[in-house]
């Protein structure tokens, strides 16, 4: 069995080819990228990609480890619009990279942000420029296979690449990749509340839902290549002004097998609590491997919670383990959606993205949804509660089952205060009672009250 290097936000990561440990900062998502093999296996193919001009198999095997090699490289991608940016144009950009500009931080290099005038006419465009850490080699693999990817495909739900420096003086190999600036940083920073700002809308979830879907899809079945993400995860999806979802970080992005084969044998990596079992246990990646990833995605869109949290009781650190005995319940369901929505959300349309979920993480790949599927089943989610009214807020349409069950326990607890208040009531009667009888009768002006336990 293969090792599975993985990162669970705050630790180490490992080298796949030599081993060596490098650490990482978590601060925001911009920079988050992990181990990569980007050996190519005996099962590339040759297919031609209509918006390249060139086969696939030169799309991500052709030899760019000096600048001389990476700008015969660009020579062939000219038609894909990718900027050249100089080391100068990105350090003017980003005020000598400096700290407060910095929106992330990784172990392959930090995220800044600038603004860049593309040419003499426009205006200044907001960007994110990513900035690799040069003494990282396998980091210098990432960003060649971004470059490589992002160059060719584009579609609304991927992050746009504006250009890259690569330079090589006497400071060393100057690598930096220009993305498009997403305002609203990651749909992992909005579930964990790292940003104070208040918790994402249940309508909100579900289109960031649909267009992360989208975005997989396009991958895996609307190109003339597919492409296995193989690490999807909150961290990776990135959210513009209007919140609408980007899947970015495409360092880990592997091509899918030929025509007639079912699988590709890897080094198995990725993020821990996102990869699926059988990729984990034999290396063989599929489409389908993503599929399971948006699952655990789903379940976090509905509780708020991590895929693993290590803070959290032993019971309760798997996202997957934890819900499994509520989601069988219908009259628990709803102790499981993210108490930050404070009740603002449908449960039906909940409790139906659950079951997507489910379908999502079958134990057997070939019985899991094409993304083109679970785009359609999150369009008619959204559509049903759409109906009503998107402008106001989101409304809560509970079941009569949960709206009985919690009706009795608030009668129940109605009827607990007031026993005690009466008991209360009664027990300093009491008091009163038998003063007077040791008195024989009561005088106020030299009666004080005791001290009454209750």
């Known amino acids: 069995m293969k090792c599975f290097h993985f990162s669970n936000g705050n630790g180490d990561r490992r080298d796949e080819e030599d081993g060596s440990v490098v650490s990482r900062a978590s601060k925001l998502s911009w920079a988050r990228s992990f181990s990569v093999d980007t050996r190519r296996s005996e099962l590339d193919h040759s297919e ?5 001009g060139y086969s696939s198999r030169d799309l991500l095997s052709s030899d760019t480890s000096s600048a001389a090699g990476f700008y015969d490289f660009l020579t062939l991608r000219r038609a894909n ?9 990105l350090k003017s950009a980003t005020k000598g990279f400096s700290r407060a500009l910095l929106i992330g931080e990784g172990g392959f290099g930090c995220v800044y942000r600038g603004a860049l005038r593309l040419d003499s006419a426009s205006d200044k465009l907001d960007v994110a420029i990513k900035q690799l850490n ?3 080699v396998q980091g210098h693999k990432e960003w060649i296979n971004e470059v490589k990817l992002l160059g060719v ?3 609304p739900n991927l992050v746009k690449l504006v250009g890259y420096c690569a330079e090589d003086d006497e400071r060393g190999m100057q690598r930096l990749l220009v993305y498009e600036l997403m305002p609203n940083k990651s749909l992992e920073d909005h579930l964990l509340s790292r940003l104070h700002t208040p918790p994402l809308p249940w309508i909100t979830r579900l289109k960031i839902a649909q267009d992360s879907a989208r975005g997989l899809a396009y991958l895996h079945e609307q190109m003339d290549f597919q492409l296995i993400f193989r690490d999807f995860k909150t961290s990776n999806i990135l959210l513009d002004g209007d919140f609408n979802a980007k899947l970015s970080d ?3 992005a592997r091509q899918g097998p030929p025509e007639g084969l079912g699988h590709i044998s890897t080094s198995v990596v990725g993020t821990v609590g996102y990869a699926a079992p059988e990729y984990v246990q034999t290396g063989r990646l599929t489409a389908k491997s993503d599929v399971w990833s948006f699952g655990v995605v789903l379940y976090e869109l509905i509780t708020g919670r991590r895929a693993v949290e290590r803070n959290l009781p032993k019971s309760e650190q798997k996202l997957l383990e934890w819900v499994k005995p509520y989601v069988s319940d219908s009259k628990k369901f709803h102790l499981i959606i993210d108490p930050r929505l404070e009740g603002k959300y449908c449960l039906k349309s909940a409790q139906k993205l659950a ?3 489910n379908k999502c993480l079958t ?3 070939k019985s899991r949804p094409k993304m083109s599927e679970v785009v359609d089943i999150l369009g008619s989610i959204i559509n049903e509660i759409s109906s009503e009214d998107e402008g106001a807020s989101d409304p809560i349409c509970e079941t009569e089952d949960v709206k009985e069950e919690t009706s009795r326990e608030t009668e129940h607890e109605s009827s607990k205060q007031g026993t005690n208040y009466l008991k209360k009531v009664f027990d300093i009667r009491d008091i009163v009672n038998l003063r007077n009888r040791s008195i024989g009768k009561l005088d106020w002006r030299n009666w004080t009250p005791g001290l009454v336990r209750i």
């Open 48 to 52: 031609s990609s209509s918006t390249s």
């Open 81 to 89: 619009d990718l900027r050249v940016f100089s080391f100068s144009d």
């Open 134 to 136: 040069r003494h990282v």
């Open 153 to 155: 495909i584009k579609h």
């Open 250 to 252: 495409f360092g880990l």
């Open 355 to 357: 079951s997507l979920a």
């Open 363 to 365: 134990k057997h790949p």
